[in-house]
């Protein structure tokens, strides 16, 4: 496939490293991950509202919740840090209960790498749009990675992240408590919502059941989100023969190496 | 300095370096086929983790709430019909109405 002359054509030439492995980034791919992002922005718009809501019951102004969603952009780590301010826990607490939440995008960046082409400062910067739901949507199922998924679907739940909690955090009054209105389970039923997608075989709901199971084991001794990274582990079921086989078989099916 | 500038510096230099350090490391080379096999069973892994520490725990101590029953009804309402809005919007109706009762 030929790389058209555009602008991100012309800097992904300039960044010369495996280029024929790595298709170059078309509009029309980035465009079809903003449109696969929109309802996930729509969920993560209602989050962000709550999120703008609790950050001030914390302590923050209106103006710092606004841009701790627009730098850090990970809601779950800004959750934990908040919740950690709100009990009045120290500042560098709060930012380790974040660093142990997002440990999960560690695994999800290792997953990724070999998909993100360029030199090591480029792929740094390809790795920052990875958040939950572009990552399960950018997955091919075999392995690798559609970064113009990521990248697109990113891109619109940020724009909805950053939006809502504008509008949580300058209208708070109007909402009240957002656990009156089940908000809360929004997050969790997100999850909910990109697990079942993932369940296709035997295979991948056993290492589902194995990684909720290794989770709950966790949750009354390790810190918040470090069962999450632990869990991880099940998917070392992965290494068997038989499921390197069922891989092999997916790469060729999907026409990869 | 203010504790909110610290508190915001702070999670977003942890949450771009973890962002990036698999990119940095192994960005850009084909990985063996036992690493591709590992990668494919990550996110039910992971997900299945952040459900249930999400709709069953509250920081270190697991329980059952409204907001377990409301994931319930999420991700029933996910299964049956596919819509990620639908699942929220029946996890947020389902946990208020309980918690209104």
């Given at each position: 496939m030929a790389t058209r002359p555009s602008l991100v054509g012309v800097l992904e030439q300039t960044l010369p490293r495996h280029a024929t492995a790595h298709p170059g980034l078309h509009r029309a791919a980035l465009i079809a991950g903003v449109r696969a992002g929109v309802p996930f922005a729509v969920a993560g718009g209602l989050l962000a509202m709550s999120f703008g809501v609790v950050a001030q019951e914390a302590g923050l102004s209106q103006v710092a919740a606004i841009v701790m969603s627009a730098v850090v952009y990970a809601g779950s780590a800004q959750f934990a840090a908040i919740a950690i301010l709100a009990q009045g826990g120290a500042v560098g607490a709060a930012v380790l209960a974040a660093a142990l939440m997002n440990s999960r995008f560690l695994a999800m960046g290792i997953a990724l790498a070999p998909s993100l082409p360029g030199r090591a400062w480029w792929r740094a910067l390809q790795g920052q749009p990875t958040v939950d739901a572009s990552w399960a949507m950018a997955s091919?199922?075999?392995?690798?990675?559609d970064r113009a998924m990521l990248f697109g679907s990113s891109a619109i739940q940020y724009v909805a992240w950053v939006g809502g909690t504008a509008l949580g955090a300058l209208g708070g009054g109007i909402i009240g408590d957002p656990e009156r209105f089940g908000l809360d389970a929004i997050y969790p039923a997100f999850f909910a919502g990109l697990l079942l997608k993932e369940l296709r075989d035997g295979r991948s709901r056993g290492v589902a059941a194995a990684g909720a199971l290794i989770a709950l084991a966790l949750v009354p001794f390790a810190p918040a989100g470090v069962p999450i990274l632990a869990a991880?582990?099940?998917?070392?079921?992965?290494?068997?023969r038989r499921a390197r086989a069922d891989a092999q078989r997916a790469i060729e099916e999907a026409g990869g190496r | 300095m203010s504790s909110s500038f610290v508190l915001i510096a702070g999670c977003a230099v942890v949450t771009f370096v973890i962002k990036a350090a698999g990119p940095v490391a192994l960005g850009g080379r084909d990985l063996p086929i036992a690493f591709r096999s590992v990668i494919m069973l990550l996110a039910p892994a992971l997900f299945a983790a952040l459900v249930v520490t999400q709709a069953l725990a509250d920081g270190d101590q697991l329980r059952i709430g409204p907001e377990t029953a409301g994931v319930a009804a999420g991700g029933l309402v996910a299964w049956r019909t596919g819509s990620i809005i639908g699942c929220v919007a029946a996890a947020a109706i389902v946990t208020a109405a309980l918690r209104a009762i």
């Open positions: 091919n199922g075999d392995g690798s990675f991880s582990a099940a998917a070392l079921a992965g290494l068997t | -």
